[in-house]
């Protein structure tokens, strides 16, 4: 079974500054790791996913995310903070093959003037 | 290009009331799914549907019922609404995982609250 522990219900951040958004995931078998935004009232939209290619995966919108399987993390990173980051945000992990996506609970960003 | 529709929007059932909530994706994609997102909670998944004609339960499935009518159409019934299915659900779609982890393309949500 998979799973992913998203760590900071609640992250704030200025303008400007790095953003760093916490995921440590489980999994048996090498998994597939994602990072979804939600903006207020609208479905999600996936930034970026990793699928055993390269370590480093680029996003959209700034965002990437380096998958260390030293420490089962996959941390989603942006060096410089826009207002229009504020969002929530979602790891989620699936094994390869699988059809079944588990989502962690979700990290809310909050981006101050 | 409308990706993913979800039908209606806000719900308000009265306990005990049914109802079905109606997906539709015009991706091709074979593998639809239903959500459900509470606070603090994430995303559960209750149904998916890896392809048409067949669906599996997800991690909450109890309570819930989905019928996969077409390769584009995927339908989740409340058969006895009850307060503790108060949430926001999603519909999603993805296209095949046979050669890597396919995007899942999400509604924009439904919002029910049952009294």
Same mark, same amino acid.
């Given at each position: 079974?998979?799973?992913?522990?998203?760590?900071?219900? #609640?992250? =704030?951040?200025?303008?400007?500054?790095?953003?760093?958004?916490?995921?440590?995931?489980?999994?048996?078998?090498?998994?597939?790791?994602?990072?979804?935004?939600?903006?207020?009232?609208?479905?999600?939209?996936?930034?970026?996913?990793?699928?055993?290619?390269?370590?480093?995966?680029?996003?959209?919108?700034?965002?990437?995310?380096? &998958?260390?399987?030293?420490?089962?993390?996959? #941390?989603?990173?942006?060096?410089?903070? #826009?207002?229009?980051?504020?969002?929530?945000? &979602?790891?989620?992990? =699936?094994?390869?093959?699988?059809?079944?996506?588990?989502?962690?609970?979700?990290?809310?960003?909050?981006?101050?003037? | 290009?409308?990706? %993913?529709?979800?039908?209606?929007?806000?719900?308000?059932?009265?306990?005990?009331?049914?109802?079905?909530?109606?997906?539709?994706?015009?991706?091709?994609?074979?593998?639809?799914?239903?959500?459900?997102?509470?606070?603090?909670? +994430?995303?559960?998944?209750?149904?998916?549907?890896?392809?048409?004609?067949?669906?599996?339960?997800?991690?909450?499935?109890?309570?819930?019922? %989905?019928?996969?009518?077409?390769?584009?159409?995927?339908?989740?019934?409340?058969?006895?609404?009850?307060?503790?299915?108060?949430?926001?659900?999603?519909?999603?779609?993805?296209?095949?995982?046979?050669? +890597?982890?396919?995007?899942?393309?999400?509604?924009?949500?439904?919002?029910?609250? %049952?009294?």
């Amino acid at each position: 079974a998979q799973s992913v522990t998203q760590l900071g219900s #609640h992250v =704030s951040v200025s303008e400007g500054a790095l953003v760093l958004l916490r995921c440590n995931y489980s999994s048996s078998v090498p998994p597939y790791l994602f990072w979804y935004v939600q903006y207020p009232n609208q479905g999600l939209q996936l930034l970026l996913k990793y699928t055993s290619a390269a370590t480093l995966v680029k996003g959209i919108n700034g965002f990437e995310a380096e &998958f260390k399987k030293s420490e089962t993390s996959f #941390h989603l990173t942006k060096p410089s903070a #826009h207002m229009s980051d504020a969002a929530e945000y &979602f790891c989620a992990v =699936s094994a390869p093959g699988r059809q079944k996506v588990t989502f962690g609970t979700g990290t809310k960003l909050q981006v101050i003037p | 290009n409308a990706g %993913v529709t979800q039908t209606p929007k806000f719900q308000v059932l009265k306990t005990g009331q049914s109802m079905t909530l109606q997906c539709a994706q015009d991706m091709n994609h074979n593998s639809m799914y239903w959500y459900r997102q509470d606070p603090g909670m +994430g995303l559960r998944l209750i149904y998916y549907s890896a392809s048409e004609g067949t669906t599996d339960k997800g991690e909450v499935p109890n309570g819930y019922n %989905v019928s996969r009518l077409n390769k584009r159409e995927f339908s989740l019934r409340l058969e006895s609404a009850a307060p503790s299915q108060t949430s926001v659900y999603f519909c999603a779609s993805s296209g095949s995982w046979g050669q +890597g982890a396919a995007e899942a393309f999400f509604g924009q949500g439904t919002r029910l609250t %049952v009294v």
